[in-house]
T-cell receptor, first 110, second 113 residues
Framework: ETGVTQSPTHLIKTRGQQVTLRCSSQ?????VSWYQQALGQGPQFIFQ???????GRGNFPPRFSGLQFPNYSSELNVNALELDDSALYLC?????????FGSGTRLTVV | KQEVTQIPAALSVPEGENLVLNCSFT??????LQWFRQDPGKGLTSLLL?????REQTSGRLNASLDKSSGRSTLYIAASQPGDSATYLC????????????FGTGTSLTVIP
């Protein structure tokens, strides 16, 4: 148990659809980041939220958006899904001991 | 832009061997460097975090070193076990981006019983 929970664990969507992925972190972890990991690659930074505001973004188009809530949960939303969006999506929350990652959501776009 | 490279991409060793995984990064303005372990299809488990002011960190059979000036880190695993089989990733956040991690592509380790 890492303290960071992601849901769902697996998801299959059709090209063009929209998807919402969820992450729940521990109380007091005000910073949450989202990463996309394609097969055989290292994770790529999507964006980061601190106290419900986006405060950093990687090289991802606007159809990738997010929300962070006061209860330390967050969402990653992806619109107009493309085949290349198929990947493992990881969220991470920050504590004084570094980053803790969740187990990820495996998204397959067909 | 920070680039992180890990060598080798894959490594296979017999049980009991000591081994070294390498990580290099192009921009030395880092807050820290973190080593992670990833089992197939799973999330990341943090192994060691080295602050930019430190030279090394140890946890059990693992020892990580950091040389900021040369842009290198190594992860040393002593007396390898089959349970060590996994992908090992290093990651660095740049100072001017705060907490955005740049990851290497990882080293896939197989320890043969």
């Amino acid at each position: 148990e890492t303290g960071v929970t992601q849901s769902p664990t697996h998801l299959i969507k059709t090209r063009g659809q929209q998807v919402t992925l969820r992450c729940s972190s521990q109380s007091g972890h005000n910073t949450v980041s989202w990463y996309q990991q394609a097969l055989g690659q290292g994770p790529q930074f999507i964006f980061q939220y601190y106290r419900e505001e986006e405060n950093g973004r990687g090289n991802f188009p606007p159809r990738f958006s997010g929300l962070q809530f006061p209860n330390y949960s967050s969402e990653l939303n992806v619109n107009a899904l493309e085949l290349d969006d198929s990947a493992l999506y990881l969220c991470a929350s920050k504590s004084n001991y570094g980053y803790t990652f969740g187990s990820g959501t495996r998204l397959t776009v067909v | 832009k920070q680039e992180v490279t890990q060598i080798p991409a894959a490594l296979s060793v017999p049980e009991g061997e000591n081994l070294v995984l390498n990580c290099s990064f192009t921009d030395s303005a880092i807050y820290n460097l973190q080593w992670f372990r990833q089992d197939p299809g799973k999330g990341l488990t943090s192994l060691l975090l080295i602050q930019s002011s430190q030279r090394e960190q140890t946890s059990g059979r693992l020892n990580a070193s950091l040389d900021k000036s040369s842009g290198r880190s190594t992860l040393y695993i002593a007396a390898s076990q089959p349970g060590d089989s996994a992908t090992y990733l290093c990651a660095v956040p740049l100072m001017n981006t705060g907490n955005q991690f740049y990851f290497g592509t990882g080293t896939s380790l197989t320890v043969i019983p």
